[in-house]
């Protein structure tokens, strides 16, 4: 199974700042990399695919990218609302795999 | 607007097998359009894909031998049977469409629902 390993496992941040997350893969994976939001007692929700295409509905601020086998979310100008936690996702095979996750706290 | 809603018993002992269905509604279950999956997350841990079904299922490496999937059109429903439970399959359970062509992410999630495993 592809390992895919997310960090920081947590990063505190204030309302305004931006942030980034990275996910690695244990392998060489293809551009079907999705990223989710998940609130406490809420399933997740899914942000981006793709690596870099925003689910509709999702607010710009969020933004995906890779460089070779990292594939980074950046959340610009966070939002009260944006404090959860997130989690990669990748589709380059089955099974397909999360990455840990990471919970975005506020400062 | 479709939408997913788990169901099953919320204690079941160890060795004994989980049985959970995932009910569809506001559309149809295809099967020829989208895989359907189920994914369980422990208390205060990450998300752990178990399977997703597309005439086949694809289950993750270590509970292959464990998981059984099927899908009924005909009740708009897909289930999952996890044998030989132990306390570490204690979790929040989700059903969840895999949107595919060119997407390759869960777009729909159900509410999900707590099985614990305990005698």
């Known amino acids: 199974d592809i390992q895919m390993t997310q960090f920081p496992s947590s990063v505190s941040a204030a309302v305004g700042d931006s942030v980034t997350i990275t996910c690695r893969a244990s392998?060489?994976?293809?551009?079907?990399l999705a990223w989710y939001q998940q609130k406490p007692g809420k399933a997740p929700k899914v942000l981006i695919y793709?690596?870099?295409t925003l689910q509709s509905g999702v607010p710009s601020r969020f933004s995906g990218s890779v460089s070779g086998t990292d594939f980074t979310l950046t959340i610009s100008s966070l939002q009260p609302e944006d404090f959860a936690t997130y989690y990669c996702?990748?589709?380059?095979?089955?099974?397909?795999?999360f990455g840990g996750g990471t919970k975005v706290e506020i400062k | 607007q479709l939408q997913l809603l788990e169901s099953g018993p919320g204690l079941v002992k160890p060795s004994e097998t989980l049985s959970l269905t995932c009910t569809v509604s506001?559309?149809?279950?295809?099967?020829?359009?989208?895989?359907w999956a189920w994914i369980r997350q422990p208390p205060g841990k990450g998300l752990e894909c178990i399977g997703t079904?597309?005439?086949?299922?694809y289950s993750k490496s270590s509970l292959k031998s464990r998981v059984t999937m099927s899908v009924d059109t005909s009740k708009n429903q897909f289930s999952l049977k996890l044998s030989s439970v132990t306390a570490a399959d204690t979790a929040v359970y989700y059903c969840?469409?895999?949107?595919?062509?060119?997407?390759?992410?869960?777009?729909?999630w159900g509410q999900g629902t707590m099985v614990i495993v305990s005698s």
């Open positions: 969840a469409r895999l949107a595919v062509q060119g997407v390759w992410a869960f777009d729909i």
């Open positions: 506001g559309g149809s279950l295809s099967i020829s359009e989208y895989y």
């Open positions: 079904f597309y005439y086949n299922t």
């Open positions: 392998q060489v994976i293809s551009s079907y």
């Open positions: 793709a690596t870099s």
């Open positions: 996702q990748q589709a380059n095979g089955f099974p397909l795999t």
